[in-house]
């Protein structure tokens, strides 16, 4: 397996962990790669490196490294961004960005868990990032 | 010698073609056109549910769906693979250098309405204030041109802003949070009145029945994906509907880069961009409708002044999204889609200046459009989308845009145009005050939620060479005639002396078509 195709199935798990991540996904997250994310920054390029290599909580650090900047984001950021592209356009995960019936009780907690998630990924992420030095 | 060239086939070079209708006319255009094969046939969430796959009809064999992932900021609704046509090759026919203006320029068949929001708003007295022509004179051409193009709409509160319910067809079915709205603004309308502010049905060129051998809107809500939606107005549909005729001559490929003016007409020179040669074509008069930014060069190019800086206008834009608590956890709704819903006018105290806004769904563009600017982890943007975003929609806020705003815009020697300038706009009062008004229908919202996008985003150019009783150098007369020329006619927004804040797209056309006619009499 080449480098890409680790990055994308580790990203891959990290956010749709119940969905088996298919070759067409692999494939064109490759071809994006080539047509999009030719000049990233060496840095940026390291910290990816990092958090596949290490196994480190992806999403804890790309929502730290998100905050941080205000500009462009992050290469660590584009990336899922390509991965999220690539697997909306799929019917196989249209739950994953749509609910097809009411669940207003669901919904509010559901809500309400998302904001601790999201505190509990800062914490951690910001963690992450200043124990490893990303850029 | 033809009798008339117009150079442009959006909004204005259209309309002024169709003014001339009966004359020897010749359009000159680039003219982009998408000749991919029409595969999206049905609702764009059913097609998500049952086609296993959309990556060439959503993203793009190239990618088209992911440019903005470059840093670059362009309207959600012309990166898609069957829309960037729209925009194809732009910064190379018409490059711009600016730091602080998000300038978007077409060079397509039809012009950026390929993409418009359909929103067919007439200027009435209020907002023709520094027009140096009256409401009544626009009156039979806003006819002509609701007519022709299929205007939905209803008799509400905004009638008094948004003119004339004659030939305006039944309006589009609302989504669940819009009727929501309009249930709770009818119950409060008291207190909405007192506060200046009205809500009512959006008008929009869209159809609600079969209208001109065209048929009407199927709720497919692929606006952000398809072009060319036979219910959804396009100039192109006008344009084409002329060539079929014989009543135009229409040449593409041709980018127009200046004129000048001889004893008897005009000579205009163009670029063939097939052959790479120039070319030159004569009239007896000379429609210039090639977009207020272009025209404005064309203008420029042809004096050879490259010290001239020329205003130029966009309505600057507010987004507020709003959440209506009780719909947290709706199921999606596919009504709920691209198309303005709603709109509101707020009258100012004290200015008695209007601004509009557009209620909008959040179903148009790709949730991964969405998702990456949320303020919180990834795993937590999946659950808003399934749970939140339905209970959201976004009210887009416009306000006018005047001359003293001092944006401008200068040609420089490399023939790239220069656009600078900073302009203010006291956004906080307008925002607190909608942000009150939905309060008081029971949304939650807040202030600093707002996103103001850079100036330019609106992409409602207009004012570089505006229509003055008076007109001075790089002005033009209220035939939107260009100052010190004879035949030389502007007929897109760079003749708007001001902007309203209200989409000026049916004024375009209606002033474009009142030009054409009248010089057609003139040509006789």
Not at chain 1, 106 to 133: D, E, N
Not at chain 2, 87 to 106: A, D, I, Q, Y
Not at chain 2, 485 to 506: E, G, M, Q, S, Y
Request: charged letters at 20%; aromatic letters at 10%.
């Amino acid at each position: 397996m080449n480098e890409l195709a680790a990055e994308v199935a580790y990203l891959h798990k990290a956010v749709f962990c119940r969905q088996k991540l298919d070759d067409a996904i692999v494939e064109r997250y490759e071809l994006a790669h080539r047509s999009l994310l030719i000049e990233a920054p060496s840095e940026e390029q390291r910290t990816v490196r990092m958090v596949v290599e290490q196994k480190l909580d992806v999403l804890a650090v790309e929502f730290a490294l998100r905050r941080r900047r205000t500009t462009q984001h992050h290469l660590l950021t584009m990336k899922l961004q390509i991965l999220f592209y690539l697997v909306e356009v799929r019917s196989h995960y249209f739950r994953s960005f749509f609910n097809l019936s009411s669940h207003p009780i669901k919904g509010t907690f559901a809500l309400m868990g998302s904001i601790i998630l999201s505190i509990w990924r800062a914490v951690k992420g910001f963690y992450l990032v200043w124990r490893y030095r990303f850029a | 010698m033809r009798d008339a060239i117009v150079v442009g086939s959006g909004p204005a070079g259209t309309f002024a073609a169709l003014g001339l209708a009966g004359k020897d006319v010749l359009v000159l255009d680039v003219g982009r056109v998408d000749s991919g094969e029409q595969t999206l046939d049905t609702n764009l969430y059913e097609l998500r549910q049952t086609k296993p796959d959309l990556f060439s009809e959503l993203i793009g064999k190239n990618f088209e769906s992911l440019y903005n992932l470059r840093g670059e900021n362009l309207s959600l609704k012309l990166k898609a693979p069957r829309t960037s046509f729209i925009v194809r090759g732009w910064k190379e026919l018409s490059p711009v250098v600016s730091t602080n203006f998000n300038v978007t320029m077409s060079f397509a068949q039809g012009g950026l309405a390929n993409a418009w929001g359909a929103g067919a708003y007439r200027y009435d007295h209020h907002d023709l204030r520094n027009f140096p022509i009256s409401a009544l004179e626009l009156e039979p051409f806003y006819k002509n041109v609701t007519r022709r193009i299929g205007v939905a709409g209803t008799a509400d509160d905004l009638q008094q802003f948004f003119g004339s319910m004659d030939d305006v067809l039944e309006p589009l079915r609302l989504s669940e949070p819009a009727s929501q709205i309009l249930d709770l603004y009818n119950r409060h309308k008291e207190w909405f009145h007192n506060q200046s502010i009205y809500i009512g049905r959006t008008r929009l060129a869209v159809l609600t029945r079969n209208f001109r051998n065209r048929n009407p809107y199927q709720y497919d809500n692929l606006e952000f994906f398809k072009p060319y939606n036979p219910a959804i107005y396009n100039p192109v549909f006008t344009l084409r509907e002329m060539i079929r005729e014989g009543s135009i001559d229409y040449r593409s490929e041709l980018l127009v880069t200046s004129f000048r003016e001889i004893t008897d007409g005009v000579v205009v020179e163009v670029r063939n961009l097939r052959t790479g040669s120039a070319e030159q074509f004569k009239c007896r008069k000379l429609f210039l409708g090639a977009g207020a930014i272009n025209t404005a060069k064309i203008v420029l190019q042809s004096a050879n002044d490259y010290q001239t800086r020329l205003p130029l206008l966009d309505n600057p834009i507010s987004c507020l999204p709003i959440l209506s608590p009780r719909r947290i956890g709706s199921a999606l709704d596919p009504l709920d889609g691209s198309l303005g819903q709603l709109n509101l006018v707020y009258e100012q105290p004290g200015t008695g200046e209007r601004i509009q806004a557009t209620l909008y769904g959040t179903t148009g563009p790709l949730r991964t459009d969405v998702l990456f600017d949320l303020p919180i982890s990834l795993d937590a943007s999946l659950i808003w989308s399934r749970y939140l975003l339905p209970a959201v929609s976004l009210v887009m806020i416009f306000f006018p845009a005047s001359e003293g705003q001092n944006k401008s815009l200068q040609l420089t020697e490399s023939g790239a145009l220069n656009i600078d300038g900073e302009i203010t706009v006291d956004y906080v009062p307008v925002e607190e005050m909608l942000v009150r008004a939905f309060r008081h229908l029971g949304f939650l919202c807040h202030r600093a939620l707002c996103y103001r996008p850079q100036i330019g985003s609106g992409l409602h150019y207009a004012g570089t060479l505006p229509m003055k009783e008076c007109p001075a150098l790089y002005q033009t007369d209220r035939d939107g005639r260009l100052s010190g020329t004879r035949n030389i006619f502007v007929v897109d927004a760079a003749c708007f002396p001001w902007l309203p804040a209200k989409n000026h797209t049916l004024t375009i056309m209606a002033n474009a078509l009142r030009i054409g006619t009248r010089q057609r009499m003139d040509l006789q």
